[in-house]
């Protein structure tokens, strides 16, 4: 189950959930000799972004990849993979290795199987992952009612990421599937401003994963699942 702790500002948010992310990373180096982080676009994460990559670790150990993409153009403003080199892969993270949830196939239902090739090569079980949550309780691109959603929430599955087409969202994406997700040392569920506190206990209450798929994170005990939240 999850653990949800609030805090006082998102600058304070930032500052703990940054340090606790870069205590993760450095036992995996400590005890691998390298580490793997998954991240979130949107808004929300930039300031943790900018804190992460001025922070003193040995990147070039890390590898970072995301938790779904958008199936645009890498230069389009809607790209996450943009954002995260913009923001995250600077100053000393600039060192490290980002796999593209991205390629040239014309959607992400063809570009799945690439993807998925290049995202075997990321030793698992991830050292992290950090999701976000929108107000129709969708996290990664596992959206409320898309076609694809149970395939991807099917946890004997052996796929590590699918295609989605959102019915609450608009372009289609590339999601990693809740095995993938689940399959990490930890979780952080990064959430700002009230409306998403709501949101989080609807999503608590309840156990249609149609209906919110977070539930399906948030519920779970395979893996530790820590909510961090500010107004």
């Known amino acids: 189950m ?11 948010l930032n500052r703990r959930l940054a ?12 005890t ?4 793997s982080l998954v991240v979130s676009g949107g808004k929300t994460p930039l300031g943790l972004f900018k804190l992460l990559s001025q922070q003193p670790l040995a990147w070039e150990k890390v590898t970072i990849t995301l938790a779904d993409e958008r ?19 600077q ?33 698992m079980p991830f050292d992290v992952v950090i999701l976000g949550m929108g107000d ?13 959603l149970f395939p991807a929430l099917d946890m004997k599955s052996k796929h ?12 289609d994406r590339l999601t990693l599937t809740l095995p993938a997700l689940l399959n990490s040392r930890h979780i952080f569920l990064h959430l700002v401003g009230e409306n998403k506190r709501v949101v989080y206990h609807q999503a608590q209450e309840g156990d249609n994963v149609n209906e919110m798929p977070v539930r399906a994170v ?3 005990t395979q893996t530790p699942v820590d909510v961090f939240w500010s107004a």
Request: charge should be negative; glycine fraction near 6%; hydrophobic fraction near 35%.
């Open 136 to 148: 129709d309780g969708h996290t990664a691109s596992l959206f409320p009612g898309a076609e694809n």
């Open 32 to 35: 691998k000799g390298k580490a």
């Open 160 to 171: 590590l990421c699918m295609g989605m087409t959102p019915l609450t969202a608009p372009l």
């Open 19 to 30: 340090q606790q992310v870069v205590s993760e990373l450095q036992k995996g180096i400590d």
């Open 71 to 89: 199936w645009v153009d890498r230069s389009d403003d809607s790209s996450n993979e943009k954002l995260v080199r913009e923001n995250l892969l």
């Open 91 to 123: 100053e000393h993270a600039a060192t490290a290795h980002f796999v593209s949830l991205k390629n040239e196939s014309l959607t992400p239902f063809e570009g799945a199987s690439g993807i998925e090739k290049s995202l075997k090569e990321i030793a």
């Open 2 to 12: 999850a653990n949800l702790t609030n805090f006082p500002s998102t600058d304070d």
């Open 218 to 220: 948030i519920h779970q």
